[in-house]
């Protein structure tokens, strides 16, 4: 048996290797986790406050909205310290905490995308049996459904992947804890863990793309039979630019996850690793509610209430 040391901690990437860059980009990225998360609190505010807005589409937008500040927070602000202190050391305890809770949220992210995406289809399509279809009952089983598929898809991952030995290095190749960085560390057989990756990217990634991907194209086409022409434009812009986040969201992970270890760099990495951990969280509470007249209402309400 060869004789080699197991990890017991790992040492994280620092955003640049020059102080100055490294400085911009930490506060830049800072800019956009604060910019996340006043504008996810802000839906959920409005959203608890305005009880006009306690609908099934904003009961989901508010559960969205807690999740992307989660999801965020698990990985950018301790990156960002991390480059700004060089202190880049996490604990194999850490890393397997970041590891679960980054693969939960993003689970949970893209089946709630998927509800809204229904949600909007039932809306446009068959208004009528919107009250019967998306009622109060369903959505918090389906919310529930999608934690509980998340938690067991995550620990499952989690669970597969630090069963491994880590001895080829203890520099994660990454800002944080992700599956592809820890299996190029592994000194023991990844087949099985390559496999689950593939599996959950074909039944959960998959089908939930081209359930949103069939849920939109009919949309656009019922959408397209309207004669008010300002109402098709007002669907074309509110679908085309959900469907172009979670395009983004979906491509850069499965790239990222699924292309082969041999083509990999640790700036490339790095990249796709921003865009799938940050555009989300900071585009779809522009998306999905800023640009949404009855939450603007909502906010100057709100706001009238806090300071009158």
């Known amino acids: 048996m060869a004789n080699y040391t ?3 901690e790992f040492l994280l990437e620092v955003f640049a290797e020059t102080w100055e860059l490294r400085i911009l980009l930490s506060v830049l990225f800072l800019l956009l986790y604060l910019g996340s998360l006043l504008g996810n609190l802000i839906i959920i505010i409005v959203t608890t406050v305005d009880q006009t807005l306690y609908t099934p589409m904003y009961f989901f937008l508010r559960n969205l909205s807690i999740l992307d500040m989660c999801y965020v927070s698990i990985t950018l602000p301790n990156a960002c310290i991390n480059s700004l202190t060089d202190h880049r050391t996490i604990s194999l305890a850490g890393c397997a905490a970041q590891f679960f809770l980054f693969l939960f949220c993003a689970f949970v992210e893209v089946q709630f995308l998927t509800i809204m995406a229904q949600d909007r289809y039932v809306a446009i399509c068959k208004p009528l049996l919107y009250p019967v279809i998306m009622n109060h009952q369903f959505c918090v089983q389906m919310s529930l459904a999608s934690l509980l598929t998340s938690f067991i898809l995550s620990g499952m991952n989690t669970f597969k992947t630090f069963q491994l030995s ?12 992700d599956t592809p960085s820890l299996l190029r560390l592994s000194c023991t057989d ?35 039979k309207v ?77 009238f209430r806090f300071f009158s």
Request: proline share 6%; hydrophobic share 50%; aromatic share 12%.
């Open 6 to 8: 197991l990890v017991t």
């Open 166 to 177: 880590f001895c080829h290095s203890n520099v994660v190749p990454n800002f944080f804890c």
């Open 190 to 224: 990844t087949f099985n863990n390559k496999l689950l990756i593939l599996l959950i990217a074909i039944g959960l990634d998959g089908s939930c793309f081209t359930f949103i991907a069939i849920s939109y194209v009919r949309i656009l086409s019922a959408v397209l």
């Open 227 to 303: 004669p008010v022409k300002g109402e098709r434009g007002k669907a074309f812009s509110t679908c085309v630019p959900h469907f172009i986040v979670m395009s983004l969201f979906l491509s850069s992970g499965a790239y990222a996850y699924l292309r082969p270890p041999a083509i990999s760099e640790v700036v490339e990495d790095m990249t796709l690793s921003v865009i799938y951990t940050t555009v989300p969280p900071f585009l779809n509470p522009v998306i999905y509610s800023l640009r949404n007249k009855q939450i603007k209402k909502a906010v100057k309400k709100v706001i």
